[in-house]
């Protein structure tokens, strides 16, 4: 191995490496700066790991992270959205701004364009109205089915928490149990403790 890594070094292999991967960043600007990507998608690094983001044309469609694969995530983007799904970095950049500024206790409401494509009826009623929970608020499952137009779902509701493509941006972290209890989250309940708290949530 260490051979062949001092054959590619001779014959200037990790230039040919860097020229690709400069080549492969020209590709996706020339891309979205002639509108031809469906899914442009990016990593943004958080206190809580290195998350992925995808944007469509019409704004944020995914945000994903730990136990989420990368892998799985595209996979999906590309069996629900469009096979034209290409990482490029400059597409994202006004979700990682938003989400740094979050993290640093900078910003409270996103201002980010949302595509909610991967979602639709009910869960995407819960979803539109767990958009509106102010920042340093909570709600309930059962507030949330209520305001998507059926307030014996909460159960559904919970599901559809469950599922949020778009997680930290449309704040399912603020959606409790009634009671307090926290309930349950994708990034673990850990995580969804430590959100509210930086939000200045009292927690019972």
């Not at 290195?50 to 996979?75: C, K």
Request: proline share 5%; aromatic share 6%; hydrophobic share 40%.
């Amino acid at each position: 191995m260490k051979d062949l890594e001092r054959a590619l070094a001779r014959s200037g292999g990790v230039a040919v490496k860097q020229r690709a991967g400069r080549a492969a960043a020209g590709m996706a600007t020339r891309a979205h700066d002639a509108g031809l990507l469906d899914v442009g998608y990016g990593y943004a690094e958080t206190p809580f790991g290195r998350m992925l983001v995808a944007v469509t044309p019409r704004g944020l469609v995914r945000v994903a992270f730990q136990p989420e694969a990368p892998d799985d995530v595209l996979e999906e983007l590309t069996e629900r959205l469009s096979p034209r799904v290409l990482e490029a970095p400059i597409a994202v950049d006004a979700v990682r701004r938003e989400l740094d500024e979050y993290f640093d206790g900078k910003r409270r409401v996103f201002e980010l364009p949302l595509d909610w494509s991967l979602t639709t009826g009910f869960r995407r009623k819960v979803l539109r109205a767990t958009a509106r929970i102010p920042y340093g608020g909570v709600s309930s499952y059962r507030e949330m089915a209520e305001q998507a137009g059926n307030g014996r779902a909460s159960r559904a509701a919970g599901s559809a928490l469950a599922t949020n493509p778009i997680p930290i941006v449309v704040p399912c972290h603020r959606v409790l149990r009634t009671g307090g209890n926290l309930g349950g989250y994708g990034g673990g309940l850990a995580m969804k403790e430590a959100l509210l708290k930086m939000e200045g949530v009292r927690l019972a």
